[in-house]
């Protein structure tokens, strides 16, 4: 299944038009046309996620809560989120 595919299915499902104006739905990052045959389900995008996602080999991480809520100044490895990029 192509991603474009997984975000058609949960915009039918939860129309990204009833989202609050202050929340962030959608595609973070990814290519729409890439093709995803695992997926983890979380509540909190956290390294100990992204630790699994990998392990298990997903593709595709879907998040209750965004991992970029408002506006990212830097990601700088002494930030939380920048240092993920080090590791």
Known sequence: MRLADVIDMLDAAY?????EGW???G???GDPQDDVDRVLVCV???EAVVEEALARGAQ???AH??????GVDTVAAST???AWSTA
């Open 15 to 19: 129309p990204p038009r009833l989202a």
């Open 23 to 25: 929340d962030s739905v």
């Open 27 to 29: 595609l973070v990052c």
């Open 44 to 46: 909190d995008v956290t």
């Open 60 to 62: 595709l991480v879907i």
């Open 65 to 70: 809560h965004p991992l970029l809520l408002r």
């Open 80 to 82: 939380p989120k920048g």
